[in-house]
């Protein structure tokens, strides 16, 4: 089974610094999808980028990108130029594509943006 | 457009009651996946549905079922409630299953088991 390891519970940067966020996995498989969601304080979970598996070429979404390293099966997040809106707890998930119905969470990084 | 929608957004139930959780997917999606969220966790697949069938389940008990509607609305159903279902449960829409797409989650329901 697939799982999904987030190393650091919390996290903190200052307002327009850059800070990283790590993430693990662990998989047999070549094929899959990396994303990284969002869940501020108000719960609603929303998608901030993701990664085809297949893709040397790392993800960009304005602020946010990631380090894909697929040999070291890592999938880091890094933000530039933190918000304050920037607060919430990010999950790391990964979704294999051959069981390709569920979203396999690591447990989460709560970041908190210091102004 | 009106996101994800679940209702009701807080419950308490008590041990050996049974719950039955809504959820409306955006308008245009067919598939519709539920996620329990444990406090402190990340959130733990339980059913997916598309086009009003079963694609996928999760390591949980035949206590929980679910099901869509041919609106493609969703309900949770969780019987025998035990204390360890407290939990946040999220519902999760999008217009087809799997690759890349975009999973568009709801606010949540929390149940709290007493």
């Known amino acids: 089974a697939q799982t999904v390891t987030q190393s650091q519970p919390e996290m903190s940067v200052q307002e327009a610094e850059t800070v990283t966020l790590s993430c693990t996995y662990d998989?047999?498989?070549?094929?899959?999808?990396l994303f990284w969601y969002k869940q501020p304080p108000s719960r609603q979970m929303i998608l901030v980028i993701r990664?085809?598996?297949?893709?040397?070429q790392n993800a960009t979404e304005n602020r946010f990108s990631v380090n894909f390293q697929k040999a070291a099966k890592s999938f880091s997040l890094k933000i530039s130029d933190s918000q304050l809106g920037d607060a919430a707890m990010y999950f790391c998930?990964?979704?294999?594509?051959?069981?390709?119905?569920?979203?396999?969470f690591g447990k989460g990084t709560l970041l908190t943006v210091n102004p | 457009d009106a996101g994800v929608t679940q209702s009701p957004t807080h419950l308490i139930k008590t041990r050996g009651q049974q719950v039955t959780l809504r959820c409306s997917p955006i308008s245009g999606h067919k598939s519709v996946s539920w996620y329990q969220q444990v406090l402190g966790q990340g959130p733990q697949f339980i059913f997916q549905y598309y086009e009003k069938e079963e694609r996928g389940r999760g390591n949980f008990p035949d206590r929980f079922s679910a099901r869509q509607f041919p609106n493609y609305s969703s309900e949770l159903n969780v019987n025998a409630l035990l204390l360890g279902d407290s939990a946040l449960y999220l519902c999760a829409s999008s217009t087809e299953t799997g690759g890349m797409e975009t999973q568009y989650f709801g606010p949540g329901t929390r149940l709290l088991v007493l």
């Open positions: 998930a990964y979704r294999s594509a051959s069981s390709n119905y569920k979203l396999t």
């Open positions: 998989t047999s498989e070549s094929d899959y999808y």
């Open positions: 990664q085809e598996a297949y893709k040397q």
